[in-house]
């Protein structure tokens, strides 16, 4: 009698159910920075900007995860019209975003758990816009599950 037998032919439930959910890490990223003063947030583009400097936050759709951990990408873009005004703001989203005390990490936003955000410091690129400064960076932003085995 062969020792696996009895093991089961199609996929096997997991504990918790399909129902395993990570953070929504964009949407973390927004209400940090919504909370910490910044008033023209999201997933828009600059032609959506309420005030300056504006900054849009996309999740890509690439990463990795699994059953224990999930590694996004998050591209976080600072727009302004003066270029000195969004090098400043997007050095000031950079330490929120990855400073090991008073950033992001290990911390819960609109119960949205994060624990680490990882990127290199926002550098300049061309909008093709010459009204629009942009500086930009991608974060890897890693979160375990909402609801663990």
Request: no cysteine; glycine share 8%; charged share 20%.
């Amino acid at each position: 009698m062969p020792i696996n037998q009895d093991l089961p032919l199609g996929p096997v439930p997991m504990p918790g159910g399909d129902n395993i959910a990570f953070a929504k890490v964009d949407v973390a990223i927004v209400a940090w920075l919504i909370a910490l003063g910044f008033q023209s947030v999201g997933s828009d583009g600059p032609d959506k900007a309420r005030s300056w400097p504006h900054i849009m936050v996309t999740k890509l759709p690439t990463g990795t995860s699994s059953l224990y951990e999930d590694s996004s990408i998050v591209d976080v873009e600072v727009f302004h019209p003066d270029y000195n005004a969004a090098a400043d703001a997007s050095g000031v989203v950079h330490f929120w975003l990855t400073d090991p005390v008073k950033g992001l990490r290990d911390n819960e936003v609109n119960g949205q758990k994060v624990d680490d955000v990882r990127g290199p410091t926002p550098g300049y690129q061309d909008y093709e816009d010459p009204q629009l400064k942009r500086f930009m960076s991608s974060y890897r932003v890693d979160s375990r599950p909402i609801n663990p085995l």
